[in-house]
């Protein structure tokens, strides 16, 4: 039961891994450096601050609480 409760509350919080975080970093980063070599600054420039506002979310205490309890949660 203790499980259950558990998973519908980060399910519910919509928390994200920090695992989670890095590939939406990676994938910001990826679509920045393409919409720079298309001639799109700006658009890169949004992308690149995205990517590192996920980069820091992924750092953060809560992104790596939720890994840790997914992991016992999961016994991985």
């Known amino acids: 039961m203790f499980k259950v409760i558990i998973i ?4 519910l919080g919509g928390c994200a891994s920090s695992s ?8 910001s980063a990826k679509t920045a450096r393409y ?8 658009a890169a420039q949004r992308e ?3 990517a590192a506002k996920y980069k820091k979310q ?11 309890l ?3 949660i999961t016994d991985n």
């Open 48 to 50: 690149y601050k995205l």
């Open 58 to 68: 992924s750092q953060e205490s809560e992104a790596i609480l939720i890994d840790i």
């Open 8 to 11: 519908l509350s980060l399910m």
């Open 20 to 27: 989670n975080l890095n590939k939406l970093s990676d994938n």
């Open 35 to 42: 919409n720079e070599s298309i001639g799109q600054p700006q």
């Open 70 to 72: 997914w992991s016992l």
